[in-house]
């Protein structure tokens, strides 16, 4: 009988061992799909990050092309009424030497 009760303590405290394990494990797994969600989670907020930051680059570059364009286009302007005024001056400063020319005869 000493060996029927030890027979029975020993079932019994492998039932409790597989309990045991079968509780870690079903946390384990448990524990697992909570990291599995939460790693698929910040891959789309990931995701939508880059899809928002791309637009946002676009915009910007499509913005700083009709700026660089703009930009361009009022240097030119710039430039020609520089030239402008530079052929102007000149010829205000060849009709001055012309009549102080004049004068000297």
Not at 29 to 47: A, I, W, Y
């Amino acid at each position: 009988m000493a060996d029927a009760s030890s027979e029975d303590v020993m079932a019994e405290a492998e039932k409790f061992d597989l309990q045991l394990e079968t509780k870690q494990l079903a946390e384990l797994q448990e524990s697992r799909n909570e990291l599995l969600s939460r790693v698929q989670s910040l891959k789309k907020d990931l995701q939508d990050w880059r899809h928002k930051l791309d637009s946002q680059v676009s915009t910007y570059r499509s913005e700083l092309g009709e700026l660089r364009g703009t930009l361009n286009s009022e240097v030119e302007q710039l430039r020609t009424e520089f030239q402008d005024l530079r052929a102007t001056l000149k010829q205000q400063l060849d009709a001055t030497a012309s009549l102080a020319a004049a004068d000297e005869n």
